[in-house]
């Protein structure tokens, strides 16, 4: 079992960056598919960003295109969300969540296919 455990949030002001990390400390973490969601007060959970196993297909919301980069370090068994350009509309309690990548380069977009989910940590973003 894989339990994802989040850090690096806080508050900043639009335009400057944060570095969100995802560990775990089950040596498995690395045949992991890992996603990005987050929830912002009264909205669903929306995804951001995921990742295969390999490390391989990142893949990313519309909305933070371009701005985050998603990324894996299989020798600390983490995996990084890079925040650029900080928007206030990014405020959210951000989310990591694993499920086991049935391929290298299988990745997952919905809340509904991971398994794991860390507790969250929270991002605000002042304009």
């Known amino acids: 079992q894989v339990q994802p455990v989040e850090s690096g949030g806080g508050l900043q002001q639009a335009g400057a960056s944060l570095r969100l990390s995802c560990a775990a400390s089950?040596?498995?973490?690395?045949?992991?598919?890992v996603g990005w969601f987050r929830r912002a007060p009264g909205r669903e959970t929306e995804f951001v960003a995921a990742?295969?196993?390999?490390?391989?297909?990142?893949f990313y919301a519309d909305s933070v295109k371009g701005r985050f980069t998603i990324s894996r370090d299989s020798n600390d068994n983490t995996v990084y969300l890079q925040m650029d350009s900080l928007k206030p509309e990014d405020t959210a309690v951000y989310y990591c969540?694993?499920?086991?990548?049935?391929?290298?380069?299988?990745?997952?977009?919905?809340?509904?296919?991971?398994?794991?989910w860390g507790q969250g940590t929270q991002v605000i973003v002042s304009s």
């Open positions: 969540a694993a499920n086991f990548g049935v391929t290298p380069m299988t990745v997952f977009l919905s809340p509904s296919e991971y398994a794991y």
């Open positions: 990742i295969s196993r390999s490390g391989g297909s990142p």
């Open positions: 089950s040596r498995f973490f690395s045949s992991y598919a």
